[in-house]
């Protein structure tokens, strides 16, 4: 039996479709609330931290703010190194807290541990991208005020955060006393000392990264702050300024003061009982990685202006139109199950938070939410973040798949460090250098430039975006190619087949492997669509061909090595059994003890050393059985079927990337019930802390995984080796209906199922073919196509046996 758990945890979050509500304050589980109330926009992010700060004595807080792609690097110490060991780590940083407001109530400070909290509520609105708080409070000398609170992150100027507090005098008339202020000086995160040992922490820093560099005010209530890098040398620098709106009748005076990397405005106001005080602080962020040194005061000057220009107000408008076009996309409406209806909201929501979008960074594992995995990007983002863009929001799929044209460089030197040719991506990183201490759950996933490969292959199928494959793609696809032609041998003994050694799969739980399945069908499968590419440019495009030719010294001879190797690329496979085998040996192992494995010892990485579990047929997460989603044209049903029975009930779903392929294949083999759980593992990951760490961050995977899991899973979506899309929907008996939204080639396509017929209609665009289970069906602007859902094939949801 599978390792999750046997009943799904209680929902910690009240199933609301649009928002994510916390209607009482509590202490406990406070640095878990902050992730799930994080706010970002692909630049910057931060977390759902109270302006007052955290005062409670259960629970931590961790006031995080995070710059995609800004870090700094340390020196990684190894006891025992060896060469090509990177020598240099990279950490996504917590910078300059800027969204620090106090509030002073005729000389007490407001904060929820104090006094009488008569009134609470915080609610993050996935419509409008506002974090709105309201709270009643009654001071110890009883003294009560209301306060609203408004946070954005724009999503429409990258550089801009926003906060709007208001304070209105509810039984009294006195002075309050609004304290604006930000931080440069950042605490280590509570309870950072003890990490147990757990590898997917972020590392903790023996000594700050930022330095104070200087700090000025502009005398208008306003300030900056200069800061640096301590090793990487990037530059900061963080501004904020301020509207105050107070009635007629109001007195207020103003004071500055700066300590440092701290800066403090004061305005001291008086009220009349019933009358309310606001002030807009309005924040911005700039580095020079993404900015000239010499221009960051202009350029932030020119944020704070415009903001100032356009109020809160102004931009939380702009906020909501911007989100409005979003979810006309990427919106997936499921009737019947309001708590997986509010997951799949507030995933996409968080998605678009944390992408980059600049094509010079990524998505973290954890994306903008938390420091677990310290901001580095995996290959999450190309298996899993990637299609969710690519079918709902194409630009931002472009840009990051730039991402990794612009390491290119990176990765050929790794490869040669690795004394291949060509180029190897790093496994994990943030400014393109690999980063991982542990290669044999590091460097040795080469598999990453394959999954690459197959990112691109699938973008430029959906978006029919040729540009960028003759631009950027190609020369990534025929580097990464060159490092599989140089890294693999044609072996003997197996009657000349292609082999690759010494790799690890998508499963950590087996390392240094030969012949990883998933590894030499995705390598097979890149290599041929690198041969495609080069007879696509030769023939359409044979400047740009020549010209990537010269630049990198391709030759014909090389390409045609690349289509010999795919053609002869071995592929274990187990004739008893009927199954393809992970890799040479791990059919000959003993199975793990999970009889005799009690629920605490998991995730086992925490609990036995590497070589007790590398000894033992068990997973981590889904290997061969992602290769039968992502290559399902290579496998018949009854083989997919095979498969996942023998390998399903020996993965422990240790990593938030398993469950969703598990549910894809589940639904496509015709066991609905396992891949109902599956999905609602996948879907609340966060919301109700399925895995126990959402405190660290989000699961940004798991996120796009349970986008997938509806889209690829119950819509039974693929893009066939032509590009062309089929669907094979079945639905859940938990549900009434289903609706999502794919974009194909610049058309917009819906798709509603319920349990009778499937609806195809098209939004925008002139026509388009697709394929309804083998059913070739042209759709046409204004006429909706209807197909009964079958009882007779596997989008029905009979259970299917081999």
Partial sequence: ?????????????????????????????????????????????????????????????????????????????YPEGAYGYPSEGQAMLNVTDAGIIQLVVEGETFHLNRGQVRFYKRVLHMQSGVLHRVIEWESPAGHRVLIHIRRLVSLTHRHLAAIHYEVTALNFAGTVSIISAMDGEIAEADGAADRGGDPRLGARRAEPSLLFEEAGSDGRGGGWLKQRTRHSRFALLTAMSHRLALPPSAAVSQSEQQDGPRLLVQYDVALHRGDTASLSKFISIHTSRDTREEELRMRSEEVLRLAETRGFDGLAEEQRAYLDAFWSRADVEIAGDPALQQGLRFNAFGLLQSAGRDGWTSMAAKGLTGEGYEGHYFWDTEMYVLPFFTFTTPEIGRALLEFRYRTLEQARQRAKVMSQRGALYPWRTIGGEENSAYFPAGTAQAHINADIAYGIRQYVQATGDEDFLVRQGAEILFETSRFWADLGHYHPARGGAFCIDGVTGPDEYTALVNNNAYTNLMAREHLRYACETAELLRERYPSEYARLGREIGLTEEEVREWQRAADKMYVPYDEELGITAQDDTFLSKQKWDFAGTPPEKY????????????????????????????????????????????????????????????????????????????????????????????????????????????????????????????????????????????????????????????????????????????????????????????????????????
């Fill in 603 to 802: 995730p086992l990485l925490l609990h036995y050393h590497p070589l007790v579990i590398y000894r033992h047929q068990v997973l981590k997460q889904a290997d061969l059985v992602l290769a039968l989603f992502l290559l399902g044209e290579q496998f018949s049903l009854e083989e997919k079927i095979r498969n996942y029975r023998y390998y399903e009930p020996l993965t422990t779903h240790d990593s938030s990337l398993s469950p969703c392929i598990h549910s894809i294949i589940a639904a496509e083999i015709g066991e609905l019930d396992a891949a109902y759980d599956y999905f609602g593992q996948t879907v609340r990951m966060d919301l109700d802390d399925v895995n126990g760490n959402a405190k660290d961050g989000l699961h940004t995977a798991a996120m796009a995984g349970s986008w997938m899991a509806v889209v690829h899973g119950f819509g039974g979506m693929r893009l066939d080796s032509s590009g062309r899309l089929e669907f094979r929907p079945v639905l859940p008996p938990q549900w009434e209906s289903c609706r999502f939204k794919v974009m194909h080639r610049g058309q917009l396509i819906e798709v509603f199922f319920d349990r009778e017929q499937v609806v195809y209609t098209l939004r925008e665009g002139e026509g388009l073919t697709i394929q309804h289970v083998g059913e070739p069906l042209a759709i046409r602007p204004g006429e909706p196509v209807r197909r009964a859902i079958s009882a007779n094939h596997p989008s029905s949801g009979g259970h299917l046996v081999s």
């Fill in 1 to 77: 039996m599978n390792k999750l758990p046997d009943e799904h945890p209680a929902a910690l979050q009240s199933p609301r479709e649009w928002s994510l509500v916390e209607d009482v304050y509590e202490e406990k589980d406070n640095q878990r609330r902050e992730s799930l109330f994080s706010l970002g926009n692909g630049y910057f992010g931060m977390r759902g931290h109270f302006e007052e700060g955290y005062h409670g004595k259960e629970g931590a807080s961790v006031r995080g703010n995070y710059v995609n792609g800004f870090y700094d690097t340390a020196p990684i110490h």
